[in-house]
């Protein structure tokens, strides 16, 4: 078949981050912060039971700083993005890089069945894509 090469895309499924650092939305930021600091990551996922409702990142920090945040009591669930980006662990990591261009994100959550079971970042899918000059993007 001429397009055989097509199914030798990577999946998300094949690349994604398996321990997800998570927490929950009574979590105060300076918990956050020291999570992402211990765990090396740039986001965490805000979940309630097993389901993303939010998640905050490197750059949400920054910016919190920036406009003077309570940094000490402020609660996740007070400063989350709500409006949580996710895909299925089939797609593609072509469909995952054009979500995250799409969207301006660079941390995204994989989710099968409403419940979270992994995370990609950009640097995942650069990693993956090492033959990125293929790519028409």
Request: a positive charge; aromatic letters at 6%.
């Amino acid at each position: 078949m001429r397009w055989r090469w097509l199914e030798s895309i990577q999946k998300v499924r094949d690349i994604m981050v398996h321990k997800v650092i998570t927490a929950e939305p009574k979590t105060r930021l300076t918990q956050l912060a020291k999570l992402m600091w211990k765990n090396r990551v740039g986001s965490v996922i805000i979940v309630k039971g097993k389901s993303p409702v939010g998640i905050l990142t490197e750059s949400d920090f920054i910016r919190l700083v920036a406009k003077g945040a309570d940094m000490k009591n402020g609660l996740a669930e007070d400063f989350m993005n709500r409006n949580v980006t996710t895909c299925d662990p089939s797609i593609t990591v072509i469909d995952a890089l054009m979500i995250m261009r799409t969207e301006r994100i660079r941390h995204l959550p994989v989710v099968k069945n409403k419940r979270l079971i992994g995370v990609i970042s950009i640097r995942d899918l650069i990693a993956a894509t090492q033959f990125s000059s293929f790519y028409v993007i």
